[in-house]
C-alpha cells in the first residue's frame, strides 16, 4: 500500500488529532491540512517498516509548534476578523477591535509600512516579509519600525497622524 492511500485511509484520525492541538475548527482544519500537505510532499522519507501514526503525530506537533511561534507575537488574524476578539465582553471588545482595524485600514491608505507590520504581526521575520514584499532587510526593518510608530501615535492620539 503506498502512502497516498495510507493517509486517505487516516484522513478522519488526523483531523481528530488536529482538533486536540487547536479548539477552533478552522485551525484544526488547516494544521490537519499542512500535516497532510507535507506528509504527501515529505513521502520519500517515510518507511514502510515504521508505524503510520506515530511518524504523522510527529510531523503534526512540528507543525504546530512552528504555526506557535508564528501567532505568539501577535494574535492578528488580518484587517476583517473582528470576530477573533470576542470574549465575555463581546460588544466592548468588537468596538475596540473595529476600532483598531479602521485604523489600520487609515494608515494603510497612508503608508506602506502597515504591510510590513501587519506580515510581522503575523509571525513571519524580517528574512521573510523582504522575499514576500519585494525589499530589502534594512528596509523591511525601517518599515516596521516607522508602522509601529505610526500606529502608536494614531491610536494615543485618536486618528491624528
Not at 100 to 122: G, M, P
Amino acid at each position: 500500500m503506498n502512502l497516498d492511500e495510507v493517509v486517505i485511509r487516516h484522513i478522519g484520525w488526523i483531523r481528530k488529532k488536529a482538533m486536540l492541538y487547536y479548539s477552533d475548527l478552522n485551525d484544526a482544519e488547516d494544521l490537519a491540512s499542512e500535516t497532510i500537505c507535507k506528509c504527501l510532499s515529505h513521502s520519500q522519507k517515510f518507511d514502510n517498516e515504521r508505524n503510520f501514526k506515530p511518524w504523522v503525530l510527529t510531523i503534526m506537533e512540528n507543525t504546530f509548534k512552528t504555526q506557535y511561534a508564528r501567532r505568539k507575537c501577535v494574535k492578528f488574524t488580518g484587517y476583517e476578523d473582528s470576530a477573533r476578539y470576542e470574549s465575555d465582553n463581546r460588544t466592548d471588545n468588537r468596538a475596540i477591535a473595529t476600532k483598531i482595524i479602521s485604523i489600520i485600514r487609515q494608515c494603510a491608505r497612508r503608508s506602506q509600512c502597515i504591510e510590513c507590520v501587519l506580515l510581522y504581526a503575523k509571525g513571519f521575520n524580517y528574512d521573510e516579509i523582504g522575499r514576500i514584499v519585494g525589499i530589502s532587510l534594512g528596509t523591511v526593518k525601517s518599515r516596521i519600525f516607522a508602522g509601529r510608530r505610526m500606529l502608536r501615535r494614531v491610536l494615543e492620539n485618536g486618528n491624528r497622524y
